[in-house]
Structure formats: C-alpha cells, structure tokens
C-alpha cells in the first residue's frame, strides 16, 4: 500500500492503494467519481478515459502510482449543467448521448483533439476516435457534435 496523491478536476486527494491498481479503481471505488466507466479492462473501449495532465488516458490500464503529482480531469470536471464545455453542449444539441456508458471516451478524446485541432476535417475526427467504441452506433451524431464544438470554440 502507498499513499497516492493527485488533483482530480480541481481537488486535490489521495487514495491508500496498491501503487499497481489501476487509476480507474481508484477514481471510482476510493474516491467514488463514477464518470469514467470500466469497459473492457484493456484500455480497447474508452470508456475509462480520463484527462492526466490534459492528455486523454486509459484509466483502466494506468497504474495509479503514474497519476503521483499530476493533473486528472474527468468527464465532470469539463464543465457544469449551467456552464458546460463547448463539446457537451453540442454533444446534447446533436443529441448525441444515448445509453452514456461510452461517453467520457468520446468526449475526454474529442475535448482534447479539438484543442490540437480547432478545424478538423471528417476524415480526421474519424481517425481521432477509431479506437474508441460505440455500441448504439452515434457515430454520425458524434461527428456533427465534433463539428459543431469546433465551430462554437473558433
């Protein structure tokens, strides 16, 4: 057991865990932040994906001895009912969101592709989210919703 400490969207915490456990446990059995979803356990799906210093991360296979430190924003550190980020809000104006259960995969890899790719082209959100998994099949809306974001952000 070690005492990890990081911020998780703006809060500084710390969890008594297996250094080796993975992040996503840690957020959501000992910190019980139930944004992040297990998916696969493979880091495969997305459904674990959580921002660590801004990138787009695969809790699910991080340990969470690499979060030490460091900066972890999930899907509900991006923004509030009142004041969501740019990409929620076109997520619900495309009505992209049906069962949830992807949704922090797809909107924690879009925030951050579209802050290195404030124009992206179809083609490019298509690459951006190939390795992420949708079972109701939003694909189309998802891209809209990319589109639109980039839109309202530019």
Not at 25 to 53: I, K, M, S, W
Not at 79 to 98: K, L, M, R, S
């Amino acid at each position: 057991m070690a005492r990890i400490s990081f911020s998780v969207d703006g809060q500084e915490r710390e969890v008594d865990v297996d250094p080796q456990m993975p992040l996503l446990y840690a957020l959501r059995d000992d910190l019980e932040n139930t944004n992040p979803h297990f998916g696969c356990g493979l880091g495969q799906c997305g459904a674990c994906t959580v921002h660590l210093d801004g990138q787009p991360t695969r809790s699910c296979i991080t340990p969470v001895s690499q979060a030490e430190g460091h900066k972890i924003v999930t899907l509900s550190g991006l923004g509030t009912e009142e004041n969501p980020h740019p990409i929620q809000a076109a997520y619900v104006e495309e009505e992209v969101p049906q069962c949830g259960y992807c949704l922090s995969g797809w909107v924690m890899t879009a925030v951050a592709f579209l802050r290195d790719n404030p124009n992206p082209t179809d083609p490019q959100i298509r690459e951006a989210f190939a390795d992420l998994k949708c079972r109701c099949g939003t694909h189309m809306a998802i891209i809209r919703a990319v589109k639109r974001a980039a839109t309202n952000m530019g």
